[in-house]
């Protein structure tokens, strides 16, 4: 059964990924990603200069059932843009997979610098996409752009009026919304941008993480994170069920040729196969691609084509959207 697909255009050879954050950061971590079964390679989300990060600890896992949950507050520690244009470069020379590359630059300003930096670099022709990350939790002192939609729609707007994204595909990770009418406004905001309408998005992610979530360790009576008084964000188990109906709300808004890429407490083929269902093109793995390492992406594909088998599907497109609502 075939599990590949096309994502705003481009060919992934399959429709699991990693997601950027976990296992992304340094060059032997996207080499890793590259050599497995991951559709695409997608790097940490990038700064104009390097970051630190936050202190430690940073990241904790807390079991929910037989799943796992991850907390983290990392604040955006990356080797800089510069750094992962060049690794892109270089992995290109190994291998022919897609480099999405993210940003989460920390104003408008300094996102619009780094698309500049990337229209003058020679790396250009070998990037598939660039992702704009508005969902980050974890910067103290920046509230999150994804969820102050005024802004929102001024960052969207003036990225996607950006000539790099003449030939090259926009991405956009978002974070989790709790409440209808945040779907219906930020649909009709980025439907207008959308590829068949002359824009350059090309796809969304639901979602990045969970912020203000709280890891208590009722032993020492502490938090168990040390950044921005131990608040961070929750990823994994935690998010799955936000994940699918994030998908399924944004599929049910967003024109047909924005893609909707699911990303949420994906460990099992059952996960993906669930996302697609709600109208996912392709499935990113974030806390389980950091418990597990880059062996998750073959290992998961396999459990949704066995799935896939039973079921009598031979394509995603047999039962991408297609759920159905309980009688
Ligand atoms: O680095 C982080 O703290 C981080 C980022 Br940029 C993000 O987008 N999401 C997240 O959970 N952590």
């Not at 890793?32 to 990060?53: H, Y």
């Not at 290992?299 to 799935?307: D, M, N, P, V």
């Not at 079921?311 to 297609?322: E, H, P, T, V």
């Amino acid at each position: 059964v075939d599990i590949s697909c096309k994502l705003a255009g481009i060919p992934l050879s399959c429709c699991l990924l990693n997601a950027s954050g976990p296992r992304s950061k340094s060059f032997e971590q996207l080499a890793a990603v590259a050599g497995s079964w991951s559709g695409a390679v997608v790097s940490k989300s990038a700064t104009l200069n390097e970051r630190l990060g936050n202190d430690l600890p940073r990241y904790t896992e807390v079991p929910l059932g037989d799943r796992t949950a991850s907390v983290n507050s990392e604040g955006l520690p990356n080797h800089s843009l510069s750094f992962y244009t060049e690794a892109l470069v270089r992995l290109r020379e190994v291998s022919p997979k897609p480099f999405i590359l993210s940003i989460s630059g920390l104003s408008l300003d300094e996102n619009l610098q780094m698309l500049d930096y990337l229209e003058q670099s020679s790396a250009r022709a070998h990037l598939s996409a660039v992702e704009v990350n508005v969902a980050c939790p974890n910067v103290p002192g920046k509230p999150l752009v994804g969820y102050d939609l005024p802004q929102l729609a001024e960052v969207v707007r003036r990225i996607s009026e950006h000539r790099l994204f003449r030939d090259r595909v926009l991405g956009l990770k978002l974070p989790p919304y709790l409440d209808a009418p945040f779907f219906d406004q930020v649909a009709n905001m980025l439907n207008p941008l959308a590829r068949a309408k002359g824009g350059s998005l090309g796809y969304v992610v639901c979602c990045n993480t969970l912020g203000s979530a709280l890891a208590v360790d009722v032993d020492s009576e502490a938090t168990v994170l040390h950044p921005k008084g131990g608040f961070g964000g929750a990823g994994g188990a935690l998010v799955r069920l936000l994940a699918l109906g994030n998908v399924r709300h944004f599929r049910q808004r967003l024109d047909a040729s924005i893609a909707v890429v699911g990303c949420g407490g994906v460990a099992s083929g059952e996960d993906a196969f669930a996302l697609i269902l709600c109208g996912a093109t392709c499935v990113q793995v974030a806390t389980q691609h950091h418990i597990e390492g880059s062996r998750c992406f073959q290992r998961i594909a396999a459990e949704l084509q066995q799935l896939m088998r039973r079921k009598g599907y031979l394509s995603l497109a047999d039962f991408r959207g297609k759920l159905r609502v309980a009688a």
